[in-house]
């Protein structure tokens, strides 16, 4: 069974960077692709992006280049890097893992408990 | 942009009775639609996906249907562990994937 463990600081100052990272276990983490999901304080759920098998990456593009999605494949782990941070990037993050169907994602199959970032002075 | 709108945004009802969540895209996804149980704290829960199929492990009181713009969950015979907030999201037209605004159901 695949499980998926958020972790990183709970706390970052405006305009510096969000790091997070999302440890895949009871599986590999070359057999999905794997994306990042937020939700803000009383609002809905935000695809932030993906990082694919072979390490292509697609971003939601309201992010306008802030997000960076990698993968350390020697740890099953994938991250996220978020810059220039405000207020309104504080929320819950979420990493999941998407199914493959004939090499094409589908919907989000795996989940992470979520970590909740706040981004303030 | 696929825009996924949600109704209603809370719904009450008593212990073994059904309830009814509705999900609307702004334009046609086909039957690419997934729906998630989420209880705060916890990971989100894949209830549906092909809009209409069972993800592994889901009771069957659980049920999907709908094509194109609009979809249905439906809940048979509530129990409390019911209690929970469920999102619809879209797997057709992307990037962006998106989600529903989400409905929170309450067991009276």
């Known amino acids: 069974q695949v499980q998926l463990q958020e972790s990183g600081p709970g706390l970052v100052k405006p305009s510096e960077t969000l790091s997070l990272t999302c440890t895949v276990s009871g599986g590999s983490i070359t057999e999905s692709y794997w994306s990042w999901i937020r939700q803000p304080p009383g609002k809905g759920l935000e695809w932030i992006g993906y990082i694919s098998t072979g390490g292509n990456t697609n971003y939601h593009p309201s992010l306008k280049g802030r997000a960076t999605i990698s993968v350390d494949k020697s740890k099953n782990q994938f991250s996220l890097e978020m810059s220039s941070v405000t207020a309104a990037d504080t929320a819950i993050y979420f990493c999941?893992?998407?199914?493959?169907?004939?090499?094409?994602?589908?919907?989000?199959?795996?989940w992470g408990p979520g970590t909740l970032v706040t981004v303030s002075s | 942009e696929v825009v996924l709108t949600q109704s209603p945004a809370t719904l009450s009802v008593s212990p073994g009775e059904r309830a009814t969540l509705s999900c609307r895209a702004s334009?046609?996804?086909?039957?690419?639609l997934a729906w998630f149980q989420h209880k705060p704290g916890q990971a989100p829960r894949l209830l549906i996906y092909g809009a209409s199929t069972r993800a592994t492990g889901i009771p069957a009181r659980f049920s999907g249907s709908g094509s194109g713009t609009d979809f249905t969950l439906t809940i048979s015979s509530l129990q409390s562990e019911d209690s929970a907030f469920y999102y619809c999201?879209?797997?057709?037209?992307?990037?962006?994937?998106?989600f529903g605004q989400g409905t929170k159901l309450e067991i009276k």
């Open positions: 334009q046609t996804v086909s039957i690419s």
């Open positions: 999941a893992g998407q199914l493959l169907l004939r090499g094409v994602p589908q919907y989000f199959l795996h």
């Open positions: 999201q879209q797997y057709n037209k992307w990037p962006p994937y998106t």
